[in-house]
């Protein structure tokens, strides 16, 4: 495993977006959730909706753990914001709060996000099972860029927040 990180303490920020309740062992089978999340989240255009902040950036959060990695938690996929939506720009998305922590900050190697940040993924428990560092469960986040984001060819952040 050739996992490297950098650590940064970063301020609490709110995204609207889409959301689904699932588990890790339920996406590692047919009856995951998260693609056609991310197919809701591409038909949306929440990108577009006033009070979005950096339209650029789409974060994945992963929030509301049950427990640890094995247990259910949420996923949701948007955009930052700056201000409270209107209402009629605010209809249909949800809201989270990503919480202000100290971030471990793991990127991915350049490739197909289908398979490049499943990987990492792996990295990132296998990494937690006998680190020093301990995983709070409070707020975890992809950062994808999505100027000239091409899904063959891309890098990915992954920040796990710690104690």
């Not at 509301?64 to 948007?78: I, R």
Request: hydrophobic content about 35%; some cysteine; glycine content about 8%.
């Amino acid at each position: 495993m050739n996992l490297k990180s950098v650590f940064a303490n970063k301020p609490s920020f709110r995204l609207a977006g889409v959301s689904v309740r699932t588990t890790n062992a339920a996406e590692a089978g047919p009856e995951g959730k998260l693609p056609q999340l991310w197919q809701q989240f591409f038909g949306s255009d929440i990108a577009s909706r006033p009070g979005i902040e950096n339209p650029h950036l789409i974060y994945g959060l992963y929030t509301d753990y049950e427990s640890d990695a094995s247990g259910e938690y949420t996923a949701l996929l948007g955009h930052e914001i700056s201000e409270e939506l209107t209402d009629g720009a605010s209809s249909g998305l949800q809201f989270a709060d990503v919480p202000a922590a100290r971030y471990m900050i793991f990127e991915t190697r350049k490739g197909p996000v289908k398979d490049v940040v499943p990987q990492l993924w792996h990295e990132i428990w296998a990494y937690f099972q006998n680190a020093a560092e301990q995983r709070t469960y409070t707020g975890d986040f992809e950062v994808y860029d999505g100027r000239g984001f091409d899904p063959e060819n891309c890098v990915v952040q992954v920040y796990i927040a710690i104690r």
